[in-house]
């Protein structure tokens, strides 16, 4: 990595930072399984879902007020999610019901 | 030469056949049973296929819930309750009717037979290997055997049996207030005991040592090369492996795999697209001995049910899985398929009948 990248990448770290600003997370699924199993969040952050298998998942809530179902989405894709107001979410994906994810949105 | 040496340190990596799981009962399963790992022989050196071998390895003990742990009492209660007519309210119909050891747990029928010999809409599924199972049911609708040991008993359709009344019935039998004083000292004869001794039980009933499984721990000679070539297909050109995954050949998932018939399956109590028609990936241990096939018999052999994925499904509809594309699989490679299927039954195993208490 050149010293220039490095200062690019820790310039976006930054911005990220910024109180009150919006931020984007990233949740893997890989071998079947999300990259973590709970995530706390700020209202109006959002959550990049990324399917790094080799099969179909289907990230979705049926959590009442934070509803979401983002389909069936194939290897490779990724979907944001927005998280609007303060709640906890179970996340899972119907395909694989063994994936759970607790979204907790809170101030 | 580099991949050479890749494929040298693969081979290195591999070799050790041990598989780390959560908690453990020991004794019933497994201390001694894997042979010698061996490196394979020149014929095995696909880089593929030493690959996804390292994805079969038998765990070496059965998992149990920290709350309902394993003890030779409480499986021995689980078995008795299980094989014991009087759970139902006809007195003739026990879990073991249905998942009958004869049939490698199931019931050969292509749909079940409930309460006053009417048909149920789905077949009876194995209970072979449901320790390692997630939800339960081919709609998943009980998220724990403990959960899903009373629901057939108090179907009004399956075993029609009130659970007020079944509790009434076993507790006015000496024999089991011995055998739950035993298994959970201390604790009432209720429906939570009950479901709790069933899936003890049920958690012990795993499928044998299959010749695929000494193939996998080293045995170059124990599974033919039109299995092998079988196995190649498996996880290559047919992707079965993307849902029949692991030693136990599911991914304890939901697809619609195209199957003919109008039941929406799981997506009756989920609905999302991805769920209308689709039902849970069943074990392929022993498929052999278990059929018809699917959740409606409506597959008669191992070989329709080849043909049924070969073709990309039954039917095409909105909700089909996107896994399931037409094959273009050719004799020989149906054949090796077949052949690779075989491999995974393990020989007969002695069941042990309980003496049903007075």
């Known amino acids: ?107 | 030469m580099s991949t050479w040496i890749l494929l040298l340190a693969i081979l290195a990596t591999f070799s050790g056949g041990t598989v780390r799981t959560g908690h453990i009962e020991a004794g019933q399963f497994g201390a001694g049973q894997f042979g010698e790992s061996r490196r394979p022989g020149p014929a095995a050196l696909s880089p593929g296929r030493i690959l996804w071998k390292k994805d079969y390895v038998r765990p070496q003990s059965i998992p149990f819930p920290a709350d309902n742990r394993f003890s030779p009492e409480r499986a021995l209660l689980g078995r008795t309750l299980f094989f014991d007519p009087r759970l139902s309210a006809s007195k003739i119909l026990s879990c073991a009717r249905c998942h009958n050891p004869g049939f490698s747990w199931g019931d050969g029928l292509p749909l079940a037979i409930g309460d006053e010999m009417k048909e149920l809409p789905r077949r009876t599924p194995t209970i072979l290997n449901l320790a390692w199972a997630d939800l339960l049911f081919w709609d998943g609708r009980a998220e724990s055997l403990e959960e899903q040991a009373l629901l057939p008993i108090e179907s009004r359709t399956e075993m029609n049996q009130p659970v007020a009344s079944m509790i009434r019935t076993v507790s006015e039998l000496a024999g089991y207030r011995r055998l739950f004083e035993q298994a959970y000292p201390g604790e009432e004869i209720s429906p939570k005991t009950v479901g709790r001794a069933i899936a003890v039980f049920e958690r012990t009933v795993v499928s044998g040592r299959a010749s695929f499984d000494e193939w996998i721990a080293g045995n170059e000679s124990a599974i033919d090369e039109s299995a092998k070539r079988g196995f190649d297909l498996f996880n290559a050109k047919a992707a079965c492996r993307k849902c029949h995954a692991g030693w136990n050949f599911t991914d304890d998932g939901f697809h619609d795999t195209g199957v003919r018939g109008m039941d929406k399956g799981r997506g009756q109590l989920l609905p999302l697209e991805a769920m209308q028609h689709a039902f849970k990936t069943p074990t392929l241990r022993n498929a052999d001995q278990r059929g018809p096939y699917m959740h409606n018999g409506s597959e008669r052999s191992l070989q329709d049910v080849l043909e049924l994925y070969d073709e990309g499904g039954r039917e095409k509809r909105p909700s089909l899985a996107p896994e399931i594309v037409p094959l273009h699989l050719t004799a020989r490679e149906k054949a090796d398929l077949l052949a690779f299927l075989k491999t995974l039954t393990s020989p007969g195993q002695a069941t042990e009948f309980p003496l049903l208490p007075h």
């Open chain 1, 1 to 107: 990595m050149t010293r220039r990248t490095f200062a690019r990448i820790a310039c976006a770290g930054l911005m990220f930072a910024i109180p009150g600003k919006p931020a984007e997370h990233q949740i893997i699924q890989k071998d079947r399984a999300f990259s973590q199993t709970a995530i706390t969040i700020k209202p109006g952050d959002s959550i990049v879902f990324k399917n790094a298998d080799d099969v179909t998942h289907n990230v979705f809530s049926v959590t009442p007020g934070m509803e979401f179902d983002i389909r069936r989405q194939a290897p490779g894709g990724s979907s944001s999610v927005p998280f609007g107001h303060e709640g906890v979410a179970e996340v899972r994906c119907s395909i694989h019901p063994r994936m759970k994810l607790l979204v907790t949105v809170k101030k």
